[in-house]
């Protein structure tokens, strides 16, 4: 039986992962801050399910989690990087730097030290590394600022991570999706009203829709590797440059 980390399994993209892979006869470890929604996942999943509730940006309590894995889950074939938030829609000039440094401890530290961490069991299994980036690392938007950055980050510690680990058969793999109808939108904004005019009307993309390109990646023949992975819904593409005139 192999085993999933998922970090950010409380709601959204991490939950929805969290059913596919038990669905699919994994194990999962479980995180996120809210005891909670980690509790009511674990009363759906069963013991399947290994809830830990710590909060990403606390070194102690990261090392805390996996030094304290029970002997079933304690090796881990997949993690996958998934917690993380966009804080604040304002351009840089009304940005809030309490925000950018949430963003930049949860979307790159967390993410670089779960990985440190879980490398050595990880080479051991030949097991893989899923990374959540977005379509904000690649495509700038006004009020996107250090979201972007801190995503272009993990695309490029993705491509960086399958370099070093070259000859070693683990797989590492960004995913990149454009808008994903999740409670994202209700963090970004702080407002649930607000969030509803963010994705309304869009037909975006499911956390679901996300979870299932996870579970194919996971599944795959252990000689293929999906570098990099970009999803828009169909109801999202591109624009032009903005310009200024005097
Ligand atoms: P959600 O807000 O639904 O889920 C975010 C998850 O991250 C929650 O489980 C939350 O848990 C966890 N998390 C956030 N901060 C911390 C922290 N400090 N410590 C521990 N866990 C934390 O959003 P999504 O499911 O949409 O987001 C998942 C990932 O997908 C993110 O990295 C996001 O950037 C990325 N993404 C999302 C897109 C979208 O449109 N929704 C598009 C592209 C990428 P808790 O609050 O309980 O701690
Ligand atoms: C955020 C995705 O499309 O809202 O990661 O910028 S989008």
């Known amino acids: 039986m192999k085993t999933a980390f998922i970090t950010g399994a409380t709601s959204g993209i991490g939950a929805a992962a969290a059913r596919r892979f038990v669905a699919g006869g994994w194990r999962v470890i479980a995180t996120g801050r809210r005891q909670d929604r980690l509790d009511a996942l674990a009363a ?3 013991e399947a399910l290994h ?18 894995l029970p002997v079933d889950f304690a090796g881990v074939d997949l993690l996958l990087n998934n917690a993380g938030l966009a804080l604040g829609t304002a351009p840089a000039q009304g ?9 930049i401890d949860t979307n790159i ?34 009020g996107g600022n250090v ?3 801190t995503k272009a980050f ?23 999706p454009g808008m994903v109808e999740t409670e994202f939108t209700t ?19 499911t956390a679901e829709d996300i979870a299932e390109t996870i579970w194919w990646i996971a599944t795959l023949p252990p000689h293929l590797n999906i570098n ?13 440059f903005q310009v200024a005139r005097t």
Do not use: K
């Open 44 to 46: 759906e999943l069963g």
């Open 51 to 68: 809830p830990i509730a710590f909060d990403m940006r606390d070194e102690a309590a990261r090392e805390a989690a996996v030094a304290g």
């Open 95 to 103: 940005a809030c730097l309490s925000d950018w440094q949430a963003m």
């Open 109 to 142: 530290v967390g993410v670089v030290a779960m990985t440190h961490r879980l490398l050595p069991t990880l080479i051991e299994r030949r097991g893989a590394i899923v990374n959540l980036s977005s379509v904000a690392a690649i495509y700038p938007y006004t």
């Open 147 to 149: 979201y972007g950055g």
């Open 154 to 176: 993990v695309r490029q510690f993705s491509l960086g991570l399958r370099s070093d680990l070259h000859g070693t058969g683990v797989r590492v793999t960004s995913i990149e």
């Open 187 to 205: 963090v970004r904004t702080g407002d649930r009203a607000a969030s509803d005019t963010l994705y309304a009307g869009a037909d975006p993309m």
């Open 228 to 240: 990099a992975l970009e999803l828009m819904p169909v109801s999202q593409s591109f624009a032009g």
